[in-house]
């Protein structure tokens, strides 16, 4: 048998043993990037974002998050861990309406609203958790 034959047929067999695989429900799971739950006034609200493009909102089923949303939640989850392996912990002052806490593969992080003052990574954060909570999550502004 000719080696490029013998080549092409150990292909296909790899090819056929992996969709065999996964026609058998051998999914390979995408890791978390993070969990947020933010608390304070209102509904209590928590969203955990996989890196493979979904979001399970107050422990509903996966949902599909748009790519723009996806690619911000990515960038974010760089840019935290770093705070997240210090175990960043902001006590909340006066005027702070929200409480957030992000667990991330590295860490947690614990912080109010107001620390987005001083930290504008974590204003982004904060402005994902609304834009994931008005999209995906479907929840409207004044229960958000």
């Known amino acids: 048998m000719p080696l490029w034959l013998l080549r092409f047929t150990a292909a296909l067999a790899a090819s056929l043993l992996v969709a065999a695989a996964a026609g058998c429900g051998l999914e390979v799971q995408q890791p978390d990037l993070f969990l947020l739950t933010r608390t304070g006034e209102g509904q209590k609200l928590t969203v ?30 760089g840019a935290l861990n770093r705070d997240a392996r210090h175990h960043l912990h902001f006590v909340p002052g006066p005027g702070s309406v929200f409480r957030y806490r992000v667990e991330l593969q590295d860490g947690t992080i614990v912080f109010p609203d107001t620390a987005a003052r001083t930290h504008p990574a974590l204003a982004q954060l904060e402005l994902l958790a609304v834009r994931i909570a008005q999209g995906p999550c479907h929840r409207v502004a004044g229960s958000s």
């Open 48 to 77: 955990l974002v996989n890196s493979g493009g979904t979001v399970r909102c107050d422990g509903s089923r996966a949902k599909q998050v748009p790519d723009k949303l996806l690619l911000q939640a990515r960038d974010l989850t």
